[in-house]
């Protein structure tokens, strides 16, 4: 079965600070990779996803990720947060085989940016 | 083009009643799925509806279920609520199968159980 990990839970940073969020998943096949944001009171959106190609991959609002399939993770950078970037981030996978819809999410991390 | 439309988006309900919460797809989108998100337990998959057939069930009990219609709306049902289904719902859709295909997500709806 698919699983991911995200291994903080809640990372306080200062702006202009640099981040990264590990994510580590298991799966042995085909993947499909995702960080979703959920911004306090709105709706998930997509950060950027992973489905072939450059494993560099350029998303929404400065952030990128990196999948190293020999280690199994995707992380989550940004050189600089702001403000903001308060929220909570969820890393996700999709089996290649299975349906775009069913999506294995991380248990999420909340980033607070200190002013 | 509008988004995913998940209605009501706040509901309050008593122990043992039954709920049912409507998501409204994204135009030509066909599958639709559900997750239910909480604080414990974060969020996690509850099934996946595809031209009106359940494709992918996740592990949930029988009293959570769900149905689409031909225009691909779909409905989730929860019977004989218990205080640990509070919590944010949220559907949704995508075009349908295959790698390389993005899902869209609605808002949800907050139900709380009293």
């Known amino acids: 079965a698919q699983s991911v990990s995200q291994h903080n839970h809640h990372v306080i940073l200062s702006e202009a600070a640099s981040l990264e969020l590990g994510c580590n998943y298991s799966?042995?096949?085909?993947?499909?990779l995702f960080w979703y944001v959920q911004y306090p009171g709105q709706h998930l959106q997509l950060l950027l996803k992973y489905f072939s190609g450059d494993p560099l991959v350029k998303g929404i609002k400065g952030f990128e990720a990196e999948f190293i399939k020999s280690k199994f993770s995707f992380n989550l950078r940004k050189p600089s947060v702001q403000w903001s970037d308060t929220a909570e981030y969820f890393c996700?996978?999709?089996?290649?085989?299975?349906?775009?819809?069913?999506?294995?999410f991380g248990s999420g991390t909340r980033l607070s940016i200190r002013p | 083009k509008a988004g995913v439309t998940q209605t009501p988006r706040y509901l309050i309900k008593t122990r043992g009643q039954q709920v049912t919460l409507s998501c409204s797809p994204i135009?030509?989108?066909?599958?639709v799925s559900w997750y239910q998100q909480t604080p414990g337990q974060g969020l996690q998959f509850l099934f996946e509806?595809?031209?009106?057939?359940?494709?992918n069930k996740g592990n949930f009990p029988g009293r959570f279920s769900g149905r689409q219609f031909s225009n691909s709306r779909s409905e989730m049902n929860v019977s004989t609520l218990e205080l640990g289904d509070s919590a944010l719902y949220l559907c949704?859709?995508?075009?349908?199968?295959?790698?390389?295909?993005?899902?869209?997500f609605g808002q949800g709806t907050r139900l709380t159980v009293v």
């Open positions: 996700a996978v999709n089996a290649g085989y299975s349906s775009a819809s069913k999506i294995i």
């Open positions: 135009s030509g989108h066909r599958s």
């Open positions: 799966y042995g096949g085909t993947v499909n």
């Open positions: 509806y595809f031209s009106e057939t359940q494709r």
């Open positions: 949704a859709s995508s075009l349908g199968t295959g790698s390389g295909v993005q899902a869209f």
